[in-house]
């Protein structure tokens, strides 16, 4: 599976709902570890890769607990929200519709991308960092388990 294609700019247009809130994202981001909450996917996704093509890390909490939120959220720039930003830390995934958006270049599949956190069912949450190439593999590993029985899932 081509996920890195997902955000890849496309001379054809074919992929132009997500590229440019993408865009128009990560223009206003900067490098660095990021905290990132999205009940909807496509306003995850358009998160994650305005993070990667900013250079910056997502930080996803295992959940969005004030306590979780407030130990999580040390050592990152600020928080990407679906809502209005609450805080002068947080910034909005609803992007405007209109507005510049600037090309986007190729993403290097190596580089971590984000940062989950495992159960801590044995003691303290551990991080994980995971690449976009490690995300594809694990995506082409499920599909070879599942992917018949998923249909469009």
Avoid: Y
């Avoid at 939120?69 to 609803?94: F, I, K, Q």
């Avoid at 694990?138 to 992917?147: K, P, W």
Wanted: proline share 9%; with cysteine; glycine share 10%.
């Amino acid at each position: 599976m081509e996920l890195a294609a997902l955000a890849q700019a496309d001379p054809r247009g074919a992929r132009r709902p997500l590229r440019e809130p993408i865009a128009r994202l990560a223009a206003r981001l900067t490098p660095g570890r990021w905290l990132l909450t999205a009940d909807d996917p496509q306003a995850f996704a358009v998160g994650l890769f305005a993070l990667a093509h900013a250079n910056a890390i997502g930080v996803v909490p295992p959940n969005t607990r004030p306590g979780t939120l407030r130990e999580l959220g040390n050592g990152t720039r600020g928080r990407l929200v679906e809502g209005e930003p609450a805080a002068g830390s947080e910034v909005s995934l609803l992007q405007p519709k209109s507005g510049p958006a600037e090309t986007l270049a190729p993403l290097d599949p190596e580089r971590p991308l984000l940062e989950l956190f495992t159960s801590g069912s044995t003691g303290h949450s551990q991080r994980v960092s995971k690449s976009l190439n490690h995300l594809a593999r694990e995506v082409d590993a499920l599909e070879s388990c599942f992917g018949g029985s998923l249909g469009d899932a």
